[in-house]
């Protein structure tokens, strides 16, 4: 049987929503529930992706299923397409499986022409309103198919209401149309080189063609990037009778909410418009009425609207956003779909549904979208103050929130400014661990280099502060104190504001709102605590991080990267002056000067866990990163090592390494310098058995050693940690328990994964350093290139932001199945940024991990997203 590629609104319904779309299933919905719907058609998300794998064409086939619908539903209408005295006109939308924003929008009256718009006045004795439609179809056929620009439109229009003295369209007779038609195909003949296309036919496939292209337009594929739609769902195309809400004042036209999408409030919200097209309504040239004053106005079409509208939420159970027309005190709906909403909005609808005894706890968590949470663990900017915002670049959304503040250069600036109660941007080439105080008195972050888990990335998410990353189209002069970017010079003192979900760069300083949570929130993820089966550990390295994530519900600490420890400024000559060491003796030394802070932190962080577990990851950094660059500091290390500066100079020049990613760094550290992984097993058992004594909490110190790539060198270190921790066991006369794992992050660890489970307790997969390298580029690099990649289609989405599943997931996959075969007790998590993204959270749990760790503020995130997981897989 040949392939069916077109379905009637009446063989469809809500279950078809892959192949008709969201609108198209919606609309075959309706119609079987008997409901007042324009009929049509839908063709398939296949044809679409039929029209690609084609070379952009459609088939035949295709063609031929649509005319067949077409001439369908020329009968249930009684009239013709291409008639000349009374045409049947058609709407055409997209509408993909999620609602999309960016794609093709609407091209309404299509169907009409020069012969036949003068058979439609006659018909409907109402030669002005024939003439309106003729001019908003060429107008928005030429814009939305053709793609000109609807300024020529927009300028003929105004300069013919000038003419003839009036203000509203609405004012302009049959003649005056007829006058703006005239120029409207003018225009048209003039930029495309050709008629206004006069067969229905042509534009009927012509629209169908257009809403397919737009499936792949630039705005579409940004939009899919950042809500995790794949490029291969394509979209469908409804082609639906008119109805017209301008044919006099017994008609209108308007779009609302059975809740209000802001706030999640119940009862009906919206606005209409009497006499008036869909387009009216949104581009805003009418003020629309509140939807209230319908009852005023057409009270029975009111009464009616309000009763359809209740019957469509009962019946999805849930807030729907409603298109409809009424046409001559007839009531049509055109479309309806689950409304977009806020975060907020999405709790209370969901909270509000269950105590209604619509929907059941698991489905109101299934309805939140974790990733949106984000809006409510962060600042926002104020709505009406971003829509005045001019966007002067765009780069990484590296960490979640909006800002807005003055710009400083430097750290130190910084941290003066934000001591002064300047709210601060901080403006950097790239941030290092010596940026941190600065880092931590500004309320956003914006670096020309870097990609999603740069230091800058990695460091803001912890704290919870705004960071765009990686914008390279800035001219920055760190020295001078000032950038370029959008056309403005940015000097310091000036202010931009950053919003750090969406990547975008704003001139001025817009408004922002703190974030708030409240008891909407605490049911939904208490409900999905309920669900889920991976526990949900946090990356923290400090005990104020620790006490955030603990509060957001952190589990645990499934990383804890001790070199961040170091960060701040006086602790960091010691790490540096441990790094430049030339003998053990010295490095011996400088590590004992380390150990009181290690420990003191380990013990606070302990404390603040409860007994819940910690994951100490050994020290991992490539040394580089460490090394002062500042010629105050490189003089305050020279001092304090009782060198010359030159000396100090000439060392951090010899630990210059090529690539710096794939060297002197991770376990290889300890195996070069064993007293490293001695003085922090010294640390961490010292602490764990201090606070087990003192607060009687179980701890069972988890012990990582981090880039492993062979069995052999987790051995040895291993067996350096063992020695130590017997050791202080004995020492404190303490029988406490520890366990000693690894980090697979090296494919090589992935692909030995059984010999390495041989010696490692556990395994956590980093799968940054995963994804560097089985990508085989840098994640302080990508950012230069993603971009070009998203363009051209290679890539839908950055890999260190959503987990490659199709690659690295399969050395995921591979080192949890050879893990636990030679070890079935493994324990396995995520310490990589993917385990805070729900997708990658989804794909943890098929996988059958223990727990993902994430950055404090992504815990409630990922809690949401296991959940969904966990329920979404007992569905499958
Ligand atoms: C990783 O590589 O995924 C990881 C968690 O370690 P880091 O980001 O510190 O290299
Ligand atoms: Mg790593």
């Not at 209230?292 to 159970?317: G, S, V």
Request: proline share 4%.
């Amino acid at each position: 049987m040949a392939a069916k590629w077109v379905y009637l609104f009446k063989e469809g319904n809500a279950d078809m929503r892959n192949l008709l779309g969201g609108k198209g299933s919606n609309l075959a919905e309706m119609t079987n529930l008997g409901l007042p719907i324009p009929q049509g058609f839908t063709v398939t998300t296949e044809a679409c992706t039929d029209y690609y794998n084609q070379g952009k064409k459609i088939a035949e086939e295709v063609k031929g299923q649509i005319f067949e619908a077409l001439g369908k539903l020329e009968a249930m209408q009684g009239k013709k397409f291409g008639d000349n005295d009374d045409p049947l006109l058609v709407s055409v939308r997209s509408g993909a499986r999620a609602s999309m924003p960016g794609m093709m929008d609407t091209i309404l009256n299509l169907g009409l022409n020069d012969i036949a718009v003068e058979g439609f006045a006659k018909k409907t004795g109402n030669p002005r309103f024939a003439y309106d439609s003729y001019r908003r179809f060429i107008q928005m056929f030429s814009d939305v198919v053709m793609e000109m620009s609807k300024t020529f439109f927009e300028g003929i229009l105004d300069e013919i209401k000038e003419a003839k003295g009036v203000r509203f369209d609405t004012d302009l007779t049959a003649e005056d149309l007829k006058e703006v038609i005239g120029r409207f195909k003018a225009v048209y003949r003039e930029k495309m080189g050709e008629e206004f296309p006069q067969d229905p036919k042509v534009q009927l496939m012509e629209a169908v063609k257009a809403v397919f292209r737009s499936w792949d337009n630039p705005r579409a594929i940004v939009y899919r990037r950042m809500n995790d739609i794949p490029g291969d769902w394509g979209t469908a195309v409804n082609v639906q009778a008119m109805v017209f809400g301008n044919m006099g004042d017994t008609s209108g036209t308007g779009v609302a909410f059975t809740r209000n999408p802001s706030t999640g409030e119940e009862g009906i919200y919206g606005e209409y418009l009497i006499n008036a097209q869909g387009e009216d309504v949104v581009a805003g040239i009418r003020t629309p009425q509140p939807i209230t004053k319908m009852k005023e106005d057409l009270p029975e079409c009111y009464a009616q609207f309000m009763e359809i509208a209740a019957k469509l939420e009962d019946h999805y159970r849930d807030m729907q956003d409603m298109e409809f027309t009424i046409q001559e005190g007839r009531l049509f709906f055109l479309q309806t779909r689950s409304g977009k909403r806020t975060a907020p909005a999405a709790l209370k609808i969901a909270c509000d549904l269950v105590d209604e005894g619509k929907i059941t706890p698991e489905t109101a968590v299934l309805r939140i979208d974790a990733k949106s949470l984000d809006q409510l663990l962060h600042p926002t900017f104020d709505a009406d103050a971003l829509k005045a915002g001019e966007v002067i670049g765009s780069a990484l959304p590296a960490s979640p929130g909006a800002a807005a503040g003055k710009v400083y250069f430097t750290a130190d600036d910084a941290k003066a400014a934000g001591e002064k109660g300047e709210r601060v941007i901080l403006v950097r080439l790239e941030t290092s661990p010596e940026d941190i105080e600065g880092m931590q008195a500004a309320k956003g972050i914006l670096t020309v280099r870097g990609g999603m888990t740069s230091h800058a990335a990695v460091v803001a998410r912890g704290m919870g502060t705004c960071c765009v990353s990686g914008c390279g189209e800035i001219k920055i002069d760190e020295e001078a104190k000032y950038f370029e970017l959008g056309g403005h010079k940015i000097a310091e003192g000036d202010h931009i504001s950053l919003d750090g979900s969406t990547g975008k760069i704003y001139y001025g300083d817009i408004r922002t709102k703190e974030a708030s949570i409240g008891g909407d929130f605490d049911r939904i993820i208490s409900w999905a605590d309920k669900f889920r089966t991976l526990k949900v550990r946090t990356n923290a390295d400090t005990p104020a991080d620790t006490h955030n994530a603990v509060k957001l519900g952190a589990e645990g600490i499934g990383l804890c990267r001790t070199e961040h420890m170091f960060f701040e400024p006086e602790r960091i000559p010691k790490i540096r002056k441990m790094i430049l060491s030339d003998s053990q003796e010295a490095r011996e030394e400088a590590l004992n000067e380390l150990v009181p802070y290690q420990k003191g932190d380990f013990k606070a962080m302990y404390e603040a866990l409860e007994g819940k577990p910690m994951t100490v990851r050994y020290l991992d950094p490539p040394l580089h990163e460490f090394v002062p660059t500042a010629p105050e500091d490189i003089g305050a290390l020279a001092q304090d090592m009782g060198l010359t500066a030159q000396e100090v100079q000439r060392k951090c020049d010899e630990l210059h390494e090529f690539n710096p990613m794939m060297g002197h760094r991770g376990c290889r550290l300890a195996v070069t310098y064993p007293e490293i992984a001695r003085m922090q097993t010294r640390a961490v058992m010292e602490a764990a058995i201090e606070v087990k004594d003192e607060k009687g909490y179980d701890i069972v110190p988890e012990i990582m050693i981090p880039l492993v790539g062979e069995k052999k060198e987790l051995k040895f270190v291993k067996d350096i940690v063992v020695e130590v921790a017997e050791q202080v066991k004995k020492e404190k006369g303490s029988d406490i328990r520890y366990t000693v794992g690894t980090m697979i992050e090296i494919p090589r660890a992935a692909l030995t994964a059984d010999e390495i489970a041989g010696e490692a307790e556990f395994f956590s997969f980093g799968t940054n350093d995963l994804t560097q390298m089985t990508f085989g580029f840098s994640r302080d690099d990508a950012g230069k290139f993603l971009d070009a990649y998203y363009k051209a289609k290679i890539y839908e989405s950055d890999p260190f932001a959503r987990l490659d599943q199709n690659g690295v997931g399969q050395l995921v996959e591979m080192a949890a199945k050879r893990g636990r075969e030679a070890r079935p007790d493994l324990k396995l998590g995520i310490c990589g940024e993917h385990g805070g993204d729900p997708s990658s959270v989804e794909f943890c749990h098929k996988m059958g991990l223990d727990y993902v760790s994430c950055s404090p503020f992504r815990v409630p995130i990922a809690r949401l997203a296991a959940a969904q997981a966990a329920i979404h897989s007992r569905e499958d």
